[in-house]
């Protein structure tokens, strides 16, 4: 049931407590978010610290916020379809792939980008 008081302030500091439970849970839950929230603390400082310009320095971040993003939206439709049932379905399957395929095209995105924008700085 929805609380009777939940608007104006109260409901941004409901949200965020909610926001901070989920990231949590994929933290705990979730070994390729655990991966990919580590893969971007260790490449955040890269982006921030390369002579290159704003706006490729913000792709950069960009692409490591849409890679969590993603996984966190991949993990959230893996955990309804097994929370629905533990029954074989092929749109079950079919929910769990393209959520997979997902998260690699915005690895893939990732990895063009950073190689893009860095390989004339590094060679």
Do not use: Y
């Amino acid at each position: 049931m929805k609380p009777a008081n939940n608007h104006g302030i109260k409901r941004i500091f409901r949200a965020t407590g909610f926001s901070i439970k989920g990231l949590k849970a994929a933290w705990i839950h979730e070994a390729a978010f655990r991966q990919e929230l580590i893969l971007t603390v260790l490449l955040l400082p890269i982006a921030l610290f390369v002579e290159i310009s704003t706006v490729e320095r913000l792709l950069l971040i960009f692409t490591l916020f849409i890679v969590l993003i993603v996984e966190l939206l991949n993990s959230a439709i893996e955990a309804v379809v097994d929370r629905v049932g533990s029954e074989i379905h092929p749109l079950s399957g079919q929910a769990k792939d393209i959520a997979s395929a997902a998260v690699f095209l915005s690895l893939l995105l990732c990895g063009i980008t950073w190689l893009t924008i860095l390989t004339p700085v590094f060679f």
